[in-house]
């Protein structure tokens, strides 16, 4: 390990801090939702295909466009004479501008969008979807503004404050379901018919959502101030290097064109199981249960695979910038081993855990056995998703956008032909779930692509031993697994009526119990191994604790 890398690991440690007190209260946030208006309901589909408008631009605006150009450009610019202040004020104004035009003509579309992203609905909740975009959409623009602030901050080094605020967002919001569950009344499964939703359920429900992330987004102003920063809008854009940047942007804008193609297949397809609920009740996943299948599934790649990434990003921009390649790929493994150390394990236990934290949010055991089945198909794909994250990291710092848009290109065209495909022959009852097994195969093949692709521009990585680290987190995760698994048995497994699913109580008491057997087995065979990886985070998180 060079001498710079625990600094690395104690930035990725101070941002995975933050990530995990927001991730906690998002895990809370999610709950509260599906009590107030459940998981596998027309409302909570209603609402989770409006929610889910500005996020899907969100999650593509942080992995790719400003991600790709902000981070590089900026590096570059700390070294003019103003120390980059007049490179930042016309890029942020830029990027604020385009964010609220954008934020206008999505709101203005937003019946379309609805229809657009849905399938098969009833009129009463395409109308109830609608009334929920509205209020939803303007989070775009606090979106864009959190990420531009944010990055700015991160390529100064000052990446604690883009991880903690999304903790007052989840604080924001969460007041507003309390809120909601207290003057309404909660609602886990069902009964209360989406023709009942007025304004008054509607602008509390999503208009505490989009406060939540506008909240999130304003809050870094005050970080810009701490670090000597301050924003003045400067509207000449023209004759201050913003060429190279808005050239790489071409790449990541459509990167972004053709991911949202996929995800409106993805969501419009996953929108019609929710017509089986006429006659097989209410264990049929669709657009909701997804979501919150994805929100379990980013839980271990927020916390650690995004922390590393964005701490070794902008080392890995200097050093492609000096054409220092063997540092750059030391960089880049050092953060593909620490990534690959959380997620083997945590791609394993989640599956393990599956039910008993679908029970969390789903009350009946037909719901819970739906949205388990969900999260069981879609962690397949954690480990290489987080790799992907990392190797599209890689291209960025090498300031290559072209390639990251071709080996997604691949992934989305086969997610949607298989999309399709799946649509029109998976029974409605395990469509979603066939849904979430392609996403985890093409993101595979997208992987494997990216890698070939990546060797191909930079040279292999012989000597660097990450398949070797691979290897020894899987063979450490199979019996840590399998202890897991034997304890969640001795709770009496996951069936009907069983303890472990019983309660929301047992099920966490459960989880708790059998993901901490799991875990102390991993750490500890591990520890054994002598893995240098786990030595390293815990050399840093010591150092921090100390600190502290």
Request: charged residues 10%; aromatic residues 10%.
């Amino acid at each position: 390990m060079s001498e710079q890398e625990p600094s690395v690991t104690r930035s990725s440690l101070l941002m995975a801090s933050g990530t995990i007190v927001s991730r906690i209260l998002g895990f809370l946030r999610a709950v509260l939702l599906a009590a107030a208006i459940g998981v596998t309901t027309d409302a909570a589909d209603a609402f989770g295909v409006a929610n889910q408008l500005p996020n899907n631009v969100y999650a593509i605006i942080v992995g790719g466009v400003l991600n790709a150009v902000l981070v590089p450009q900026l590096v570059r610019a700390k070294a003019l004479a103003d120390g980059g202040k007049g490179y930042i004020d016309r890029f942020v104004t830029l990027a604020i501008t385009v964010f609220f035009i954008l934020t206008m003509i999505f709101t203005l579309a937003a019946p379309l969008l609805v229809q657009l992203y849905t399938s098969g609905w009833s009129q009463d909740q395409l109308a109830l979807a609608t009334a929920f975009a509205y209020w939803c959409l303007p989070q775009l623009f606090f979106y864009g503004l959190y990420s531009i602030l944010g990055e700015v901050l991160n390529s100064r080094s000052a990446f604690g404050p883009f991880m903690w605020a999304p903790v007052l967002n989840n604080v924001v919001s969460i007041l507003g379901l309390v809120g909601f569950v207290l003057i309404f009344g909660a609602d886990p499964t069902g009964e209360r018919s989406v023709e009942s939703w007025g304004l008054d359920k509607v602008s509390l429900l999503a208009g505490s959502a989009t406060l939540g992330v506008a909240a999130q987004a304003l809050i870094l102003l005050l970080s810009w101030k701490k670090i000597g920063l301050s924003l003045s809008l400067n509207f000449k854009w023209r004759g201050f290097g913003l060429r190279p940047a808005l050239r790489a942007a071409s790449w990541s804008l459509a990167m972004v064109l053709v991911t949202q193609i996929g995800g409106l297949v993805q969501t419009a397809v996953a929108s019609t199981a929710a017509s089986a609920r006429e006659t097989a009740g209410i264990g049929v996943a669709s657009v909701a249960a997804a979501a919150i299948a994805w929100l379990i599934f980013m839980l271990p790649h927020s916390v650690v695979t995004v922390s590393v990434a964005t701490a070794y990003f902008t080392r890995m921009a200097k050093h492609a910038s000096t054409g220092e390649t063997q540092k750059f790929k030391a960089d880049l493994t050092s953060g593909l081993k620490v990534i690959a150390l959380v997620s083997v394990i945590s791609s394993s236990l989640l599956m393990v855990l599956a039910y008993p934290i679908a029970r969390v949010f789903a009350g009946e055991y037909p719901a819970t056995a739906a949205l388990g089945n969900v999260i069981i198909a879609l962690m397949v794909g954690l480990v290489p998703f987080s790799f992907v994250y990392m190797i599209q990291r890689a291209f960025f710092a090498l300031e290559d956008t072209k390639t990251p848009f071709y080996f997604t290109t691949v992934q989305i065209a086969l997610h949607i032909v298989g999309s399709v495909t799946l649509g029109a022959l998976m029974p409605k009852q395990w469509l979603v779930v066939s849904l979430s097994l392609l996403t985890a195969t093409t993101i595979m093949v997208q992987g494997i692509l990216g890698y070939y692709l990546l060797r191909k521009k930079i040279g292999g990585f012989a000597g660097f031993g990450v398949g070797v680290a691979i290897l020894k987190f899987v063979i450490a995760a199979i019996p840590a697994t399998a202890l897991a698994l034997g304890t969640l048995w001795l709770f009496g497994w996951v069936g009907p009526g069983s303890f472990v699913l019983d309660k929301v109580l047992t099920s966490l008491l459960t989880s708790s119990v059998v993901g901490g057997v799991g875990l102390a087995s991993y750490l500890g065979i591990l520890w054994l191994m002598r893995v240098p990886q786990l030595r390293e985070v815990s050399a840093a998180l010591g150092a921090r604790l100390k600190r502290g």
